[in-house]
């Protein structure tokens, strides 16, 4: 099991910068994909962004690509998202996933909250 806990969300003016983090614990992760979803109210949630074990693999949504940036520290056993330039549609709940195989059986955190206002 791996369980994992995000923090770094809150409320910001729209063209603000947030990071955030997400601290694992449990099973090793350093050779496990990871990765930042979102759901919005009254949505599904969706990828933001995605690593792999060594960082030569990443993935943004073209909603975020430019803006924000993910990164991971595997001696840490942490995973981060700078989020950059935000505007209010990135309002949502961000959650932190762990692919130990594929993305069907990954683990997930509790989620944080990022509201940005115009």
């Known amino acids: 099991q791996v369980q994992l806990v995000e923090s770094g969300g809150g409320l910001v003016q729209a063209g603000g910068s947030l990071r955030l983090s997400c601290a694992t614990s449990?099973?090793?992760?350093?050779?496990?994909?990871m990765g930042w979803f979102r759901q919005a109210p009254g949505k599904e949630r969706e990828v933001v962004a995605t690593i792999n074990w060594s960082g030569s693999s990443i993935y943004y949504a073209d909603s975020v690509k430019g803006r924000f940036t993910i990164s991971r520290d595997n001696a840490r056993n942490t995973l981060y998202l700078r989020m950059n330039s935000l505007k209010p549609e990135d309002t949502a709940v961000y959650y932190c996933?762990?692919?130990?195989?594929?993305?069907?059986?990954?683990?997930w955190g509790q989620g944080t909250q990022v509201t940005v206002s115009s």
């Open positions: 996933a762990v692919n130990p195989s594929s993305w069907a059986r990954a683990f």
């Open positions: 449990g099973r090793t992760v350093s050779t496990y994909g």
